[in-house]
């Protein structure tokens, strides 16, 4: 499995910006299928973004306009900026290799909070 970690987390004020990054163990990075997902306590891990190999890209309608999914083949990284943040954007992020199920991050905090 992939080795994934993710770093760029914090608190942050309600319309404030946070970028996360996800470090890929993997020299295959180039082409797969990236994903950033985010769980609050209780809930489902939910779809934020994803990123094909191509560079094409997918938001959850609850981002769109507000999140960037990107990629860096030669640093095998993979980010999320996040603009314009809500409370209720408040959650632990994780990134995730599409297709592989034990490919997860270990998570990182985002709080959106005053």
């Known amino acids: 499995q992939v080795q994934l970690v993710e770093s760029g987390g914090g608190l942050v004020q309600p319309g404030g910006s946070l970028r996360l990054s996800c470090a890929a163990s993997t020299s295959m990075f180039n082409i797969l299928g990236m994903g950033w997902y985010r769980q609050v306590p209780g809930k489902q891990r939910d779809l934020v973004a994803v990123?094909?190999?191509?560079?094409?890209?997918n938001y959850a309608d609850s981002v769109k306009g507000r999140f960037t999914i990107s990629r860096d083949n030669g640093k095998k990284t993979v980010y999320l900026q996040m603009n314009s943040l809500k409370p209720e954007d408040t959650a632990v992020y994780y990134c995730?290799?599409?297709?592989?199920?034990?490919?997860w991050g270990q998570g990182t905090q985002v709080t959106v909070s005053s």
């Open positions: 995730h290799v599409i297709g592989q199920s034990g490919s």
């Open positions: 990123i094909g190999s191509g560079g094409n890209t």
